[in-house]
């Protein structure tokens, strides 16, 4: 059962014009149901006390670990325990990078039973699960510091730092700190919020040891409480810009220090230490769920906060972006997240939105999705009101969001009033209404089971119903829609909305993030830390047996849930495995996932034979009883699948895949496509993983003579099969070497992954990359291809012999689909299904040469025309009306268009073909760049190659059908052979 705390827990108050939605009926009559059969509703909202007492024997500080993450089940204590600590930041001037681990370290000799920060600079850790408000609005942390040991007098300062990220530096004068707390030797007290002190004290430092309790209080009047030994301190306000204190914050503990020689200590050594009084226990604890606080988001234009801050105000390891499906008036500012009338939640009025990644199962075939509704927050009317709020569980990702839309699998309205109504593709699946006591908000949760025996649960404050059998199965994927009011002039809100299990792209990280031959290196160096800006899933590989153990102290810089653990030294033996528990101890938060034997029906070697199906099977089983709540990952050697006599994948895989490097999209779709079916096809609840090519070194094979560009360009291939397979959800990148390496050898590919790497850590939409087509003028066909010189899609007739290909996104930003342009009439037929054409567009004269092109930076194409007798560009915005003709080029030199600063909007080009030149302008009227690539004859081509928003040149060579495409305008970053001679090429995001 749920726990009611979130109820009211943030209630908004204030005024706000709204429209709304319209009215949906949720039937006559009002029942109370029978207590609920269906699956259970997941706990995803749970909390409790933390208290450390950083009491540790000596002898356990020793390198790597120096006692930080060691023995935490014995030393914590409350009713949330296991939580383990991060090392988060360095020192002064490159506070990004990791510290030593002696930096910070626990149960120094000198410093017995107390967390220590030494060897000078600015050093912090964080608290691997973060503070929650409870009932009563606020929470509370204790804790005792002595900021320079022996000293009264400095300025150098210990600090507390919260802040809604858990990607924070944790340096409480940072700007990514919410509220953060100084305590100098001296005495000297600061708090700060964003970087900007609001309140300075001073207390008399006497020994120099100070007892600190600071309560934030998050309600509609945030206030912060600090007493520092056992004296209130007065006159704190809270800045102006401070609308609410966040709810949920992660705590980090840290360190300035002007030398080497000082040390700073946290608990007073007599089994005091830090003292949390209510920390989250759940959005830290897994990979699988998605949780959104909204706190604290800028509400800024253009969509209102909406996609602001995403990784900030979701503590998970997943994040997600939204989208408007519906909305009157400006869809924008019909929704807000944590705007001045209402903070810390999401906002409608008349409108919908839609969390962009779905809700998915797990290998139970059951998820549950979570909210805290207020119907009406800007109103004190009567509690008997008839406005509603709705949560929808939808089969489609392109829904208005409606409760009652043909598309809805399961939707709730429920009313101000308490009346609740289920629905199914428009249908109520009660005959009367349900009711709970009437509130106002309501703390709802919906249990789904997927399959063939499709049931439901709903609780709404505490009160579990049982949903009547629907007619349709639920999606195993489903898309999660928030409605807001049905009554005008009214404002809806959301808040503390939880998902159980996210699907979609959500992670990526490294295959062996520790396996450096670095010749230089005495030992296996960790190089995640370097890549923690743009990964969130990295694997840990026990090559050599290091990194499969967790006393080498890898695990001390994992965010939480945020590192793979390879177990293959221990997975034959459950005996082994129980000691490899025992061994982590709270450290095993830290492990998103584990990972089985790589490639397991494959001989790797002596000490790594083959294993039979059923040693893979004896595995599956014993890892799965060591950690039953680790999702278990496993990858299959490409050449295995579709073999599922001999090479099966064993049930209890919760992530699979393989790896085919510098193969294409097409063979890699093929492979995926083949490995769905064999782990179950469209009824299967396991997701699945992609290994792409991150780096040239030690690929070998096909790949023995790819270069940075290539690698590069392959990467948005992955992406591309992710965004079309919900249940494609991670990204493992094939090992790192370390920014150094990458930056001097593999820029290009570096720039790839920080690119798609950050866009899927902070929920941000990633940019997809372009490919070519060829058409067969003959047969008037289409062909898409990959940049590996294979075949997509079907073949796409379309049009009739000899007219122009084209494509483009004209219905809006998505896939490119097909279009054709007749010369002899001067006619466009655009397809936005690359089958029907819409109605046919007439514009400009016979013979004239077509083109297209995003010009308003609207995100959707239009068409335009080039004379080539005259040099002259037609463009149109609205495919009807040209805009001023545009004067570019010489005659006889073909047209393009392109973005080529990166700015959204696309602007005119034109090549030379007599000496292989492109002219391209930034401004439709001055060539900005002029260069010379490929040979004279040859065909141009324009593309974004590599997905990094900016679109560069390539060239076609006709008499082979060798594509060239360039990622700088200078240099061929890839080639390869795709169509036959005669074939006419064009570009597109497929």
Known sequence: MLHIRTLGRRLATGAATALVLATLPLGVGTTVAAAATGPAVASLDGSGSFSDSFTLPSTSDTTPMYGLNVG???????????????????????????????DVQTGNAQHPNKLGF???????????????????????????????????????WASLALSRSHRSTGIATNSDVDLGLTVASNGTLTLYHAKTPFWTGQVTP??????????????AVPTVALSINGVAETGISTPSSVTRWPSSSYLYLGASQSNSSEV??????????????????????????????????????????????????????????????????????????????????????????????????????????????????????????????????????????????????????????????????????????QQVTAAPSYDVSMAVLDGTSPQATLVVNGTSFTV???????????????????????????????????????????????????????SPVNRAPEAAGWTNLNQYFSNAGYAGDPTTGFLDYCLPSSCILSVDKYEASPTALAQL?????????????????????????????????????????????????????????????????????????????????????????????TLEQEVGGAASNTHMFLVPEASTDRLGGDCRDASDGAVANALPDYEALAAADPRVTYLMGFRWRGIATATSTTPQSLASQQAMGSAIINGTPIRPASSVGVYHPSTGTFYEGDRAGDTLSHALPFGNPNWKPLAGHWAGPGPDTIGAYDPSTGTFYLSNDNATASAPIRFGNPGWIPLAGDWTGSGKDTIGAYDPSTGIFYLTNDNAHSITPIKFGNPGWIPLAGDWTGSGKDTIGAYDPSTGTFYLSNDNSTSAITKTFGNPGWTPMVGDWNGDGTDTIGALDPSTMRFYLSNDNATAATSFLFGSPGDVPFAGIW
């Open 581 to 673: 528990v025992q061994i982590l101890g709270a450290s095993i938060e830290k492990v998103g996932a584990v990972y089985l034997q790589d490639e397991p029906y494959l001989d790797h070697g002596p000490g790594n034979p083959a294993l039979t199906q059923q040693q893979l099977r004896d595995v599956v089983t014993n890892v799965r009883a060591a950690f039953p709540d680790k999702p278990m990952v496993l990858t299959m050697a490409y050449t295995t699948i579709g073999d599922t006599t001999n090479y099966p994948v064993p049930a209890g895989v919760d992530l699979v895949g393989f790896d085919r490097y510098c193969h294409g999209r097409a063979v890699l779709a093929n492979l995926l496509g």
């Open 468 to 522: 009547p059998t629907p007619t349709n199965a639920y999606p195993r994927d489903g898309y999660v829609y928030l409605g807001g009011s049905a009554n005008a002039n009214d404002v809806s809100t959301v808040d503390d909305l939880r998902l159980s299990m996210v699907g979609g792209l959500s992670f990526d990280g490294y295959f062996d993030s520790s396996d450096v031959t670095d010749a230089t290196a005495s």
């Open 264 to 433: 700073t200590t946290f608990g007073d050594g007599n089994g005091n230490g830090l003292t949390v009084s209510n920390v989250d226990t759940v959005a830290s604890a897994s990979i699988k769920p998605l949780v959104d606080t909204f706190d604290g988001a800028p509400n800024n234009n253009p969509d209102h906060g909406l996609n602001d801050d995403l990784s900030a105000r979701q503590p998970t390891v997943a994040t997600s972006g939204y989208t408007v499906a519906s909305g009157a008036g400006d869809p924008t500012a019909s929704v807000q997240v944590n705007s001045p009338a209402y903070p810390n939640v999401l906002s409608l009025t008349r409108a919908a939105v839609r969390l962009n990644k779905p809700v998915t199962a797990d290998l139970s075939g059951t998820y549950t999705v979570h909210a805290v509704l207020t119907p009406v927050a800007n109103s004190t009317s009567s509690t008997s009101s008839t406005d509603s709020s709705s949560l929808v569980v939808s089969n489609s990702a392109t829904a208005t969001g409606s409760v009652q839309g043909s598309d809805v699998a399961l939707g709730l309205q429920i009313q101000v009033n308490g009346a609740l109504q289920l629905f199914q593709a428009g249908t109520p699946l009660w005959s009367a209404q």
């Open 72 to 102: 935490l089940d014995k030393r914590e204590t409350g009713s949330a325990k296991g939580i383990a600590y991060t090392r988060v930041s360095g020192p002064v001037g490159s506070n990004t990078n990791a510290p030593d681990p002696s």
């Open 118 to 156: 030494f060897n000078g600079g600015t050093s912090a850790v964080m608290l691997g699960a973060p503070a929650l408000a409870d009932a009563n609005g606020q929470y509370t942390i204790s804790t005792t510091v002595e900021p320079v040991v022996g000293q009264t007098g400095s300025s150098d």
């Open 206 to 219: 006497n020994t120099g040891v100070f007892t600190v309790s600071l309560t934030v209080f998050t309600g």
